[in-house]
């Protein structure tokens, strides 16, 4: 089965709706951690994202996995740097993270092809 990464997130956010209704300020506040936790620092936007993606896989997070490599293309990632990424989170977290590290090939492939990423379609890890 081929999971479709666009859909997925689109699914994700519409599936949110509920809770940003029922919890309001927890989800506005899960919202201002997000965007406090990747804002440039002492690492720029794209190695927090790089990073996030990593756990993600190694934590087999599909929905992760979707918006973060969404968010990697805006940045302007690489397939190099997503590899890179890839190869840490598959040291850390063994055959597992390999497995969802190729999810997230196919995420970074979809969304790139719908951008105008250079640095896409990626192949392997």
Known sequence: MTTSYRQLTQDVVANLAPLHKGVPQVMKSFGEMGKAAIADGALDAKTKELI??????????????GFHVK???RLGATAAEVHEALGVAIYMGGGPSAM???NAVAAFNEFAALSSNPGAP???P
């Open 122 to 124: 990626a192949s392997a």
């Open 100 to 102: 969802y590290a190729s």
């Open 52 to 65: 996030a993606l990593a756990i993600g896989v190694a934590a087999r997070c599909d929905g992760c996995i």
């Open 71 to 73: 968010a990697l293309v």
